[in-house]
Every structure is written in structure tokens, then in C-alpha cells.
């Protein structure tokens, strides 16, 4: 079993809608949360980084951690075509290593 | 712009060659990260530096190597290369500290022919 989990997708969604992306994990220890976003052939880009449980919004976006289910999701409101990428997302625990890890991505499409 | 900077953007080498991909990491970040990203695939975890030592290690095959310099800047050694590590090589800096945030630059494509 993988330590995150992430649906490929892609996911094909109509401009204006709203998106939900998700990531389930299984090391109880990840206290740190990031959603990365990459367009094609580009450095993934930090969308969003939330520590522990609960909601952070910011603009369009929101994330949400639910530690207990060990579930993680990105909300996106008002989908643009321009939000046509692949959502990453991320994750770390602060004891020893710091290493991050990363889901496989989904690919996400807005049609205008 | 993420501050960090990779040089060379592209990159076309023959089969059993050697390239060095490198990397001037954030100002004030001390660990550096290399990733693989093939085509269609995830990121895949080569290895990490922390202030010029190496502290975490990934996939790396045994024809890469990697080092971090007092400088801070790290260099990724590919050798041998073969037709499967025609891929986007990337590297990412981090403070560290609470919260090791990852910043990635743009991405180094690697093509063997």
C-alpha cells in the first residue's frame, strides 16, 4: 500500500463548477499538508499548506484535513479553464528524515 | 517565480553518456531535493542534502550521484545514461525548519537518444 493516495483521474469538470480533489494517506505521524499545483512541463507550484486538522481558504481554493480519517481534500470553486493542470498533493511529518510525500497527481480539466 | 533556479532548462545526450543537472536552491534554504517526473508519471523521490550532507535517499539508481556544495548548490550526476532517464529532473529547496515547505524550480528535460 502506497503511503498517499491519489486518484489520476483526469477529471473533466464545465467552467464555473466546483472540484473536489482528494488524497488519502496511511502514516498517522503527517502532521504537514500541502496542495502543489503543475501545469504542463512546469515545476509543481504550492497552492496551499495547512498543519494538522481543519480548513484553510484562500481565494477560490480551500483545503481540508480530517487527520482522524486520515483524508485530505482541495476544494475549488468557480473552476476556471486556467485551473487546467494536475493537483498534487503532499505530505510530511517533522520527526527525522523531513521527507515529503507526494501523490501520484490528478489531472484536472475546466471546459470552458 | 520560486526562487529556485535550475540550469539547464533542456538537455539532448546519446545513449552511455554522462550529464550534470544543477541547482541554486532558495536564499536561505539549506536542504535541497531532487525529483524524476517521466512522462505521465508522479514525482519520484531521488535523494536529499541538508546542508551538505545527505540525509534522506529515494529511487536513485547507482548511475546517479548527487552532491551539495558549501555553497549550497547541489549538482545531480547521471551516468550511463540510458533511454528510459529521458525524463524532467527537478529540483527543490526547503528551509528545514516547522513546516518544510518545498519550493521547486522549472525543471530540467533530459532527453537520450
Known amino acids: 500500500q502506497k503511503e498517499v493516495e491519489q486518484d489520476p483521474g483526469p477529471l473533466s469538470v464545465p467552467e464555473g463548477a466546483i472540484v473536489s480533489l482528494n488524497c488519502t494517506y496511511s502514516n498517522s505521524a503527517f502532521q504537514y499538508f500541502m496542495w502543489y499545483r503543475q501545469y504542463s512541463r512546469k515545476g509543481p507550484e504550492l497552492l496551499m499548506y495547512t498543519y494538522s486538522s481543519g480548513n484553510k481558504e484562500d481565494g477560490r481554493f480551500t483545503a481540508q484535513v480530517d487527520k482522524s480519517s486520515k483524508y485530505i481534500s482541495l476544494f475549488i470553486r468557480d473552476s476556471q479553464p486556467s485551473d487546467s493542470a494536475t493537483y498534487l498533493c503532499a505530505m510530511s511529518d517533522s520527526t527525522g528524515g523531513f521527507k515529503t510525500i507526494f501523490g501520484a497527481g490528478t489531472r484536472l480539466f475546466v471546459k470552458a | 517565480d520560486s526562487g529556485v533556479t535550475q540550469t539547464p532548462k533542456h538537455l539532448i545526450t546519446a545513449t552511455g553518456q554522462r550529464v550534470t543537472l544543477r541547482c541554486s536552491p532558495r536564499?536561505?534554504?539549506?536542504?535541497v531535493y531532487w525529483y524524476q517526473q517521466s512522462l505521465d508519471q508522479g514525482l519520484q523521490f531521488l535523494i536529499q542534502?541538508?546542508?551538505?550532507?545527505?540525509?534522506a535517499k529515494g529511487n536513485i539508481l547507482e548511475r546517479f550521484s548527487a552532491q551539495q556544495f558549501p555553497d549550497l548548490h547541489s549538482e545531480l550526476n547521471l551516468s550511463s545514461l540510458e533511454l528510459g532517464d529521458s525524463a524532467l529532473y527537478f529540483c527543490a529547496s526547503s528551509v528545514q525548519g516547522v513546516g518544510n515547505t518545498i519550493y521547486f524550480g522549472e525543471g530540467s528535460w533530459l532527453t537520450v537518444v
Open positions: 536564499s536561505g534554504d539549506l536542504s
Open positions: 542534502y541538508y546542508n551538505g550532507e545527505e540525509r
